[in-house]
């Protein structure tokens, strides 16, 4: 299972609280907030980007939505339309918009020499990656907002998501099959904020069944034939929670049950393979296979064998209400909290401090932690020596080993999407433009 969940992060309350607070203090420039926020920390040298392309040249911002395939950039533009650049170069290579009546792009998919583009409304149209060719354009799928797309087999799977108002009408969403060659729509189902392609099985997780209570999804999880919508199997699973996990073979799906106890399920089968007492959060499955980590709204962390679903170890990693995210690389865990993942007060007004840190895996053990008086707004992504991590306007890398900030590189402006990295080039997307660094 990637540990990059495709999560959107946009700024924050606490972000605009804090710029406005330094304001009206007289800071000036970056340096001087940066003391403000940060006294202990030292600021990283910027690394120069290996290319820089700027929105405006598509006569728009960039939506939430990153994808690289094939030596290519794709995202979505708010003009609305579609961007693909080169991905070792930056240069454009074509862009698309779409018709009338599309007010917004949504998500961007590429995969088999096309790339899909899923707008918030729900219509879909298909391009030939190599040079924007449009290859067919489907209608709204459903009400709803463009969550995820993937294409398994022949089939092309889209996500809508439900949206409830409580002062007015909601969105229903639709979880939808079509075919990927034509855009002829196979089977529709009710949306589920469960969404994991399983490429190698075939298979799409999601919850199944038809949707009784708007406010309370507890339809159990099922495994999605994607040519036809059937479900061959399906499992209880907590209504409190939108996260499974995939050991990285794919013969093992892990779940919460209604229970919040932590379920192993083989794949293809459904049968039950151990289920243990556990907790409610976001599940995470090591790179190896090998460990389960559960992370709660309440900032515990716990670390199960996957094997035998026997728990090593259980600590508490945050206070209040935050969301670690984790990452799992050489006998290490690496954490990250801020932005829509924990809570705290600054000067008497309510937002976020973040975090990184450092956990021996086998024991749980700190080895090192950075505080920050600024969100941290992706989960971590371990690459070699580094450990990068997305601030408010920066990306941040941090040494693995000690924790020290080693560079960062700055953005245009807001960071929109969690940073993307592919053969060695770390890829961010900002709602001003595409940067790529080489690490």
């Known amino acids: 299972m990637s540990l990059n969940s495709n999560s959107r992060f946009r700024p924050s309350r606490r972000t605009f609280l804090l710029t406005a607070t330094a304001g009206a203090l007289g800071v000036g420039g970056y340096t001087g907030w940066e003391?403000?926020?940060?006294?202990?920390?030292?600021?990283?040298?910027?690394?120069?980007?290996?290319w820089d392309f700027e929105a405006r040249q598509t006569g728009g911002r960039l939506n939430f939505s990153l994808a690289v395939d094939g030596g290519g950039v794709f995202a979505a533009t708010s003009s609305p339309g579609i961007l693909a650049l080169d991905a070792t170069t930056g240069r454009k290579r074509w862009s698309a918009r779409l018709g009338e009546g599309s007010?917004?792009?949504?998500?961007?998919?590429?995969?088999?020499?096309?790339?899909?583009?899923?707008?918030?409304?729900?219509?879909?149209?298909?391009?030939?990656?190599?040079?924007?060719?449009?290859?067919?354009s489907a209608r709204e799928l459903g009400s709803g907002y463009s969550g995820a797309a993937a294409v398994l087999g022949s089939t092309l799977c889209v996500q809508l998501t439900r949206y409830v108002d409580d002062e007015g009408p909601g969105k229903p969403g639709a979880l939808c099959g079509?075919?990927?060659?034509?855009?002829?729509?196979?089977?529709?189902?009710?949306?589920?904020?469960?969404?994991?392609?399983?490429?190698?099985?075939?298979?799409?997780?999601?919850?199944?069944?038809?949707?009784?209570?708007?406010?309370?999804?507890?339809?159990?999880?099922?495994?999605?034939?994607?040519?036809?919508?059937?479900v061959a199997w399906e499992a209880?699973?907590?209504?409190?929670?939108?996260?499974?996990?995939?050991?990285?073979?794919?013969?093992?799906?892990?779940?919460?049950?209604?229970?919040?106890?932590?379920?192993?399920?083989?794949?293809?089968?459904?049968?039950?393979?151990?289920?243990?007492p556990a907790m409610d959060g976001v599940i995470t499955v090591t790179e190896d296979g090998g460990t389960v980590y559960v992370c709660t709204y309440?900032?515990?962390?716990?670390?199960?064998?996957?094997?035998?679903?026997?728990?090593?170890?259980?600590?508490?990693?945050?206070?209040?209400?935050?969301?670690?995210?984790?990452?799992?690389?050489?006998?290490?865990?690496?954490?990250?909290?801020?932005?829509?993942?924990?809570?705290?007060?600054?000067?008497?007004?309510?937002?976020?401090?973040g975090y990184v840190l450092a956990l021996a895996a086998d024991s749980g053990k700190e080895l090192w932690r950075v505080n920050r008086m600024e969100p941290c707004s992706s989960p971590p992504t371990a690459v070699g020596d580094d450990v990068i991590v997305t601030h408010s306007a920066d990306w941040w890398a941090y040494d693995a080993r000690t924790g020290k900030p080693r560079w960062r590189l700055a953005a245009a402006s807001s960071i929109t999407a969690d940073p993307y990295v592919a053969s060695g080039v770390l890829y961010g997307l900002c709602d001003d433009g595409i940067r790529a660094a080489r690490l």
Request: charged content about 25%; hydrophobic content about 35%.
């Open 178 to 230: 079509l075919d990927s060659a034509t855009g002829r729509v196979r089977w529709t189902t009710p949306a589920s904020g469960i969404f994991q392609p399983l490429p190698g099985r075939q298979l799409l997780f999601a919850r199944t069944g038809e949707l009784t209570d708007e406010t309370h999804d507890a339809r159990p999880v099922g495994a999605v034939n994607p040519l036809t919508g059937a």
């Open 236 to 276: 209880p699973a907590s209504a409190d929670e939108e996260t499974i996990g995939l050991s990285p073979d794919g013969d093992t799906v892990y779940l919460l049950d209604e229970e919040h106890r932590l379920c192993a399920y083989a794949t293809g089968t459904g049968e039950r393979r151990w289920r243990v």
């Open 103 to 136: 007010w917004e792009s949504g998500s961007v998919t590429v995969a088999d020499g096309s790339a899909y583009l899923v707008t918030a409304t729900g219509a879909v149209q298909a391009y030939r990656a190599d040079d924007g060719e449009l290859l067919w």
């Open 298 to 353: 309440r900032g515990d962390l716990a670390s199960y064998d996957a094997r035998s679903g026997e728990r090593r170890w259980r600590r508490t990693v945050a206070k209040g209400y935050s969301r670690p995210a984790v990452a799992h690389r050489d006998g290490r865990v690496f954490i990250t909290s801020g932005d829509g993942y924990g809570f705290d007060s600054f000067f008497g007004m309510g937002g976020e401090r």
């Open 35 to 50: 003391l403000l926020r940060d006294k202990d920390v030292a600021v990283p040298p910027t690394r120069a980007p290996l």
